[in-house]
């Protein structure tokens, strides 16, 4: 099944273009493997199930092809079409009128006769034996922004061939209902010609039946399993027309925590549908699915005879959170860092060592948190870390001028609130006691500044230690490596990270105080001031002088003529051993063990390669502009203090940013070692039998690797815990997580804007370009960008670098104006617009698009090409 909320743009292509070699009717085991076009969602989950080794009922589907046949001999085969023109529109005065005679045509119309012969051959021991279950499977159903739950016609009881044909009739006709032109609607119209497949199977008449939540949609935790139950049949029971018995289940402690007795029995006793150990089992199974699936499920399931049988399962698209949760957020982890995927349980560890030491620290430095003061400040949700947001937003409510609806917009977080938020004004009583406050945060300013220069230049002495090939980290003795490792991870990493961390904390601080000047300033200036320009031209930027080594590397084969090579490649990579498709996963290889992927980046610098587009001169002439935009500036503040400030405030968040990136090289570095390192840990645990598979080590927490190395966790319990931190990755892997939980955020299906709206995210980096959208959700993907392309993407990270220099322009879902992305771009010299929301559902790839940096904005010119 495809991953939850990432089908690829072209997954929903009509039926009508199927090719006409699609068989009528497919046995449906072949579902799984059918793009939703053709079998509907419902069918294609049932195929996913199947494929899984989970126990279904036997059946088939009457593919879309089928379906559409049969509106073409009903003589509506344009139907589906005038749907989905009404759908972008208003309802208009006739649209019950031509719904309700659509619908009788179709309910009415013959059953094309290779139909009927194709499912007599596919299904005849479904036709001639007992009751049979006919369901709709629309193309559009089942998905993570729009379930389509209820929408669509089931006919249960069907028995003998004609009684079926009328049920797929009816469930064909069911596409064209009042109550699905209104759902098409609120979900911003029908975005591809919608479609019907249908499934018929064999019907179970089950003792007990229900539906149960792999993930409780009432709390959002992950280990709750919530279970409904009735007697009989699960229809009546999902249509609310019967009570139910409510459980809820914790399945990894293997216990009921709650139940909720509702359900009737036919003979009027009042037992239970299930028990304890029967509702574990259940719970055990959701958790299954969910891993085989990989995100949080709804599942129908039936038990007749002591044996349970799945009948439906699509991903859970509405998740509310309890109160005692907290507020969390993903906000600048998810910008191409830890929370843009699924997170492996090593890299978490490490990250949140570094973020739990970092985080506290940089707040009791500048007395925003008292000493003492007891707070977790990151965990994990749904596979994904997320930071504390309800509490550093507590601390710094303090600050007299803070604005909660500044202070979530500037991290790129959604208000779930009207107005401003929580304000603190600025008065006699809270500017006093927050004096103390803002002469601790400049002298810590200057702090971290010294501190900066002291560990990068120590770093090349502390890092060379651990700088050795895999064949010196073999041959250590076993002390000796679990020594080192320790010392690399306890030490160099967490003092590395923590050190770019707190950079990160007194950049955001060095933009909010020049954000005062800066709207100061602004105001005294004719048409405005251009922040990104202001923040932009930032000279020898670290991942700036990749992009001119590899313009200089392939320039200098262009000019002699010649192609690339292997030793050019290697050479090029072992520069830059650090550099990754994904730096912030160590499962992923770093570009010396991937020089495949590096020929592919340097063939298509080479293939458009230009003199002028030498990324140095790129940075240069940004330079220059910034040193325009602020003399604009300077010229237009009053008095000498006015201008002081500004340039001040100004220079210190410049230098805080290039040190951020300088930072971050040095993480990145660290983390390559740190790969490494663990490569050899985790071969070492194979040879030993402690772990399956070396890549099982990343599966691991860092003190679980440090215990296994050195024999202090016994070999029993590092498999177990490998095998839970393998659950975690799988069970969440295809599931857009939300980027806030709290009582006020929650995960809801995202309405597309209506069509020829623009799209409106953070003006990031300036200037208006147009281009061929590429919807581009990995950088494996990449390869299909061409020159003067518009990359739209969920977020990109420094592996995504080396393609920015043939880009018109750059939209991603996630970010802001200080991000990676908005730096490369301005050094790039290109548009960029960030956090647009859905902006990779909401473009076609393949449209003309228009980006406009400076205004934040984004509108498709036309559609797919």
């Not at 090719?19 to 497919?26: D, F, G, K």
């Not at 940004?622 to 008095?639: N, Q």
């Not at 645990?685 to 966790?713: Q, S, Y």
Request: glycine share 10%; net charge positive.
């Amino acid at each position: 099944m495809s991953p939850a909320g990432r089908e690829p743009q072209d997954a929903h292509d009509t039926a009508a273009a199927a090719s006409a070699t699609t068989p009528l009717v497919l046995p449906l085991a072949l579902a799984a493997e059918a793009p939703p076009s053709i079998v509907g969602g419902k069918a294609r989950g049932l195929g996913a199930l199947l494929a899984g080794g989970f126990d279904v009922p036997a059946g088939v589907v009457v593919t879309a092809s089928a379906c559409a046949a049969l509106l073409e001999g009903a003589g509506v085969g344009a139907a589906p079409a005038e749907l989905r023109r009404r759908t972008a529109a208003p309802p208009s005065a006739d649209e019950d009128r031509w719904l309700a005679t659509v619908r009788a045509r179709v309910e009415s119309a013959s059953v094309p006769a290779a139909l009927a012969a194709a499912l007599r051959a596919a299904a005849d021991g479904l036709l001639g034996g007992g009751a049979v279950a006919v369901r709709s499977s629309g193309a559009l159903e089942d998905r993570a922004d729009a379930s389509f739950a209820g929408q669509y016609e089931t006919v249960l009881g069907a028995r003998g061939e004609a009684a079926v044909l009328a049920a797929i009739r009816r469930c064909v006709g069911s596409l064209f209902t009042p109550r699905l032109a209104a759902y098409l609607r609120a979900h911003g119209g029908a975005r591809a010609l919608p479609a019907m497949a249908v499934v018929v199977q064999r019907q179970l008449e089950p003792d007990v039946a229900g539906v149960l939540f792999s993930v409780n949609p009432m709390t959002g935790r992950e280990t709750e399993t919530v279970i409904e139950a009735a007697f009989g049949l699960a229809d009546a029971l999902v249509s609310g027309t019967v009570p139910a018995d409510h459980l809820v289940v914790d399945q990894a402690a293997g216990r009921v925590l709650s139940r909720a007795h509702g359900a009737v029995a036919p003979d009027g006793a009042g037992r239970s549908t299930l028990d304890d150990g029967a509702a574990i089992a259940l719970a055990r199974l959701g958790a299954a699915v969910q891993e085989h699936l990989g995100f949080p499920v709804d599942v129908e399931w039936a038990r007749a005879g002591g044996r349970v049988q799945l009948v439906q399962a699509r991903p859970i698209t509405r998740l509310h959170f309890a109160p005692d949760l907290g507020e969390w957020t993903t906000a600048d982890f998810r910008d191409g860092g830890v929370s843009s995927d699924v997170c492996a349980s090593l890299m978490w560890s490490l990250y949140e060592a570094a973020f739990d030491l970092s985080m506290p620290r940089y707040l009791r430095s500048i007395g925003l948190v008292p000493r003492g003061h007891r707070a977790k400040w990151s965990r994990m949700f749904f596979g994904r870390p997320y930071w504390n947001l309800g509490e550093a937003r507590a601390a710094v409510l303090r600050l007299p001028g803070f604005v909660e609806r500044n202070f979530d917009l500037d991290l790129g977080i959604v208000p779930a609130y009207e107005g401003t938020g929580r304000v603190t004004p600025a008065t006699p009583r809270t500017v006093l006691p927050a004096i103390p406050v803002l002469v601790r945060l400049h002298l810590g300013y200057r702090r971290r500044r010294r501190e900066n220069a002291r560990f990068l230049a120590a770093f090349p002495d502390r890092a060379r230690p651990f700088d050795a090939p895999p064949a010196a980290l073999e041959a250590l003795p076993a002390a000796a490596y679990a020594a080192a490792l320790r010392a690399l991870v306890e030490s160099l990493h967490l003092d590395t990270e923590a050190s770019y961390f707190e950079t990160i904390y007194n950049t955001s601080n060095a933009k909010l105080d020049f954000k005062v000047a800066f709207d100061r300033a602004a105001r005294r200036v004719e048409g405005g001031l251009d922040y990104p320009t202001l923040v932009g031209g930032l000279l020898d930027l670290s991942h700036v002088r990749t992009l001119v080594d590899l313009h200089a590397t392939v320039g200098a084969l262009r000019r002699a003529g010649r192609p690339l090579d292997d030793g050019t490649v290697a050479a090029f990579a072992a520069r830059w051993p650090h550099r990754s498709r994904k730096e912030l996963d160590l499962r992923a290889p770093r570009w010396p063990e991937d020089l495949a992927f590096v020929r592919e980046l340097m063939e298509q610098a080479h293939a458009t390669w230009s003199e002028e587009a030498d990324p140095a001169r790129t940075a240069r002439t940004r330079h220059d502009a910034y040193l325009a935009e602020r003399d604009r500036a300077l010229r237009a503040l009053p008095g000498p203090l006015d201008r002081a400030t500004f340039r001040s405030r100004l220079a210190r968040l410049r230098t805080f940013t290039w040190e951020r990136e300088e930072m971050r090289d040095r993480s990145s570095r660290v983390y390559a070692l740190v790969r490494r390192w663990m490569l050899e840990a985790g071969r070492r645990l194979a040879v030993a039998g402690t772990l399956a598979d070396p890549g099982d080590v990343f599966t691991l927490r860092r003190e679980e690797v440090l215990g296994a190395v050195d024999g202090t966790l016994p070999s029993a319990e590092v498999r177990r815990r490998a095998r839970a931190g393998l659950r975690t990755l799988r069970s969440f892997r295809s599931f857009d997580a939300p980027n806030e939980i709290g009582s006020t955020h929650g995960l809801e299906p995202h309405a597309p804007p209506p069509p020829g709206a623009a799209l409106r995210g953070a003006g990031c980096s300036p200037g208006r370009a147009r281009g061929v959208a590429r919807v581009v959700r990995r950088i494996e993907d990449a390869s299909r960008i061409q020159p003067g392309d518009v990359l739209v993407a969920p977020f990109t990270d420094p592996g995504w670098t080396t393609i920015f220099p043939r880009l018109a322009a750059v939209v991603t879902e996630t970010g802001g104006l200080l991000s990676h992305a908005a730096v490369i771009a301005r050094e790039c010299g290109i548009p960029a617009v960030l956090a647009v929301d859905g902006a990779t559902r909401a473009i076609p790839d393949g449209a003309r698009v228009e980006v406009d940096g400076r205004q934040g904005t984004v509108s498709v010119l036309d559609g797919s090409t």
